[in-house]
């Protein structure tokens, strides 16, 4: 039988992949609170932090980013093959394959997620714009820029979502509902 790893040992790579890549929370947060914000007046940064956090223990969004970045890392250390490496290196514009797996982990926060994800892909605000840049440091991040704003817009979705509840619902019944976004 072939060796299925725990899923706590998924989270935590997934998570230290980020970090590894430049990529904090608070700096994922900022780009929800920025999107969120003009709609819920007593947001706080916390806030999207613990949104973030929510949305990284999705199974979906763990294994895109450990693709992602994989693949990132290896175009950087030039072993991937021709013509794959060139495109995945240059972040060739007409290369959609790093935008199809950010918006395959989109989806678990509906559609507002995946409006926002388009939005953000376009905007390139935050940490998705630096991520995005060209340098000529040879660091490669055609994936990680897409994955971090299909973070930012589960997170923002599910702020969203949780918003809406509290209003509906009142706040002593979302600490009851808590765990189910």
Same mark, same amino acid.
């Given at each position: 039988? +072939?060796? %299925?790893?725990?899923s706590r040992d998924v989270r935590e790579a997934a998570r230290a992949r980020l970090l590894e890549r430049g990529v904090t929370i608070e700096s994922i947060a900022e780009i929800v609170y920025q999107m969120q914000a003009p709609y819920s007046p007593? =947001? *706080?940064l916390k806030d999207c932090m613990d949104s973030v956090e929510a %949305? &990284?223990? +999705? @199974?979906? &969004?763990?294994? /895109? $980013?450990? %693709? #992602?970045?994989e693949l990132d890392m290896l175009a950087e250390k030039g072993q991937l093959s021709e013509p794959l490496l060139s495109i995945i290196? *240059?972040?060739? #514009? =007409?290369? #959609?394959v790093d935008e199809t797996i950010a918006i395959g982990a989109v989806n678990t926060y509906g559609s507002i997620a995946v409006t926002t994800f388009g939005y953000l892909d376009k905007a390139k605000i935050g940490i998705i714009k630096q991520l995005d840049t060209k340098m000529d440091d040879g660091q490669v991040h055609t994936f990680m820029d897409d994955l971090v704003? !299909? $973070? !930012? /817009?589960? /997170? *923002?979705? @599910? =702020?969203?979502h949780r918003l809406r509840d509290m209003i509906d619902f009142g706040e002593e019944e979302m600490r009851e509902r808590k765990g189910l976004y």
């Amino acid at each position: 039988m +072939k060796h %299925v790893p725990h899923s706590r040992d998924v989270r935590e790579a997934a998570r230290a992949r980020l970090l590894e890549r430049g990529v904090t929370i608070e700096s994922i947060a900022e780009i929800v609170y920025q999107m969120q914000a003009p709609y819920s007046p007593h =947001l *706080s940064l916390k806030d999207c932090m613990d949104s973030v956090e929510a %949305v &990284l223990d +999705k @199974r979906e &969004l763990q294994h /895109a $980013i450990l %693709v #992602g970045s994989e693949l990132d890392m290896l175009a950087e250390k030039g072993q991937l093959s021709e013509p794959l490496l060139s495109i995945i290196a *240059s972040d060739e #514009g =007409l290369f #959609g394959v790093d935008e199809t797996i950010a918006i395959g982990a989109v989806n678990t926060y509906g559609s507002i997620a995946v409006t926002t994800f388009g939005y953000l892909d376009k905007a390139k605000i935050g940490i998705i714009k630096q991520l995005d840049t060209k340098m000529d440091d040879g660091q490669v991040h055609t994936f990680m820029d897409d994955l971090v704003g !299909a $973070i !930012a /817009a589960n /997170a *923002s979705g @599910r =702020l969203a979502h949780r918003l809406r509840d509290m209003i509906d619902f009142g706040e002593e019944e979302m600490r009851e509902r808590k765990g189910l976004y």
